[in-house]
Nanobody, 114 residues
Framework: QVQFVESGGDLVQTGGSLRLSCAASGIVFSLYAMGWYRQAPGKQRELVAGINNHGSTNYADSVKGRFTISRDNAQKTVYLQMNSLKPEDTAAYYC????????WGQGTQVTVSS
């Protein structure tokens, strides 16, 4: 059974930084493209960053140049470094597969104060 456990969220001021982590279990992690998603109150969940199993990355326009996704296949962990945070980045953040996401974790809350 695949499981994702996200951590690292916090309350930060505008312009601050955070590093999110997501530990995966129950899968051969290195085979999968992984993504970070976020969901703000009253909005649909959106994909903000992805990384394939070769390390190629892609980003939503809203976070490009500010967020960096990375992975450690030995630790079965995917990271999201978030810099220059804005109030509109406030959301619950989740990691999951890029294709057919399922078995959502509890997420980690990021709140950016203005």
């Amino acid at each position: 059974q695949v499981q994702f456990v996200e951590s690292g969220g916090d309350l930060v001021q505008t312009g601050g930084s955070l590093r999110l982590s997501c530990a995966a279990s129950g899968i051969v992690f290195s085979l999968y493209a992984m993504g970070w998603y976020r969901q703000a109150p009253g909005k649909q969940r959106e994909l903000v960053a992805g990384i394939n199993n070769h390390g190629s990355t892609n980003y939503a326009d809203s976070v490009k140049g500010r967020f960096t996704i990375s992975r450690d296949n030995a630790q079965k962990t995917v990271y999201l470094q978030m810099n220059s945070l804005k109030p509109e980045d406030t959301a619950a953040y989740y990691c999951n597969f890029m294709a057919l996401p399922r078995n959502w974790g509890q997420g980690t809350q990021v709140t950016v104060s203005s």
